[in-house]
């Protein structure tokens, strides 16, 4: 009985100082940690609008932004999780969302950059985590075709063949999964951008959806 009391005593010793432990690298990381994210997300901000800065878009309400993606099912595993004004000079020039999507491995984060005049002018990717050679291709894939394109009338589609046509995305080979979850995201943030920013509606979806692992 004594040596059962004495290693339920150790046992909570040792739970007590792992415990406090980690509490100590949690409150010694956690303001590092918040800095970085910071960072990364001003350097988003930067890359779609290079000479801008931004201030908070007061009127943004993500319950709204969740109302406006619940309509379309392409948009369930998609967030607006911010939107701030970018200014140059003091006049405002346009808008960059932060959008958060599903990917194949994990949530993928970056900033969407759209115009006054509604054209979208970049994408930045802020901390993406698919797989090595193939998702996580996305970078030099999929970023570029987002460069200074109009918002098409029935929002981007994925493709698996190039083509010229400015509202069709050339899916990642091997990298479908994470391809559509970059490009419902962005049609999300063009959708919230046409209902809410330029007080107009803009509805689409994909024109195909793959499910289960990502396909060449």
Request: aromatic fraction near 6%; proline fraction near 4%.
């Amino acid at each position: 009985m004594k040596e059962t009391i004495k290693n339920a005593l150790i046992l909570f010793v040792i739970t007590l100082v792992a415990g406090a432990l980690l509490g100590i690298v949690y409150e010694v990381t956690k303001e590092p940690i918040r800095v970085q994210k910071a960072l990364a997300e001003q350097r988003a901000n930067q890359e779609a609008y290079p000479s801008a800065t931004f201030t908070e878009y007061e009127a943004f309400d993500k319950a709204e932004a969740d109302a406006i993606l619940a309509g379309d099912e392409n948009y369930a595993k998609v967030s607006i999780d911010d939107v701030k004004v970018a200014e140059i000079g003091g006049a405002p020039v346009g808008y960059v969302l932060q959008i958060t999507s599903m990917g194949y491995g994990d949530d993928i984060t970056w900033t969407l950059g759209i115009t006054n005049e509604g054209q979208v002018n970049g994408i930045s990717l802020i901390s993406i985590n698919e797989t090595p050679g193939l998702g996580m291709n996305a970078e030099k894939v999929l970023v570029p075709q987002f460069d200074d394109v109009d918002i098409p009338p029935s929002l981007f589609t994925v493709i698996r063949s190039t083509d010229t046509l400015p509202e069709t995305i050339d899916a990642i080979s091997g990298a479908t999964i994470t391809t559509r979850a970059i490009t419902n995201g962005v049609n999300a943030g063009l959708a919230y951008y046409e209902q809410v920013l330029s007080g107009s509606d803009l509805t689409g979806s994909l024109s195909d959806s793959d499910d289960g692992k990502e396909v060449s």
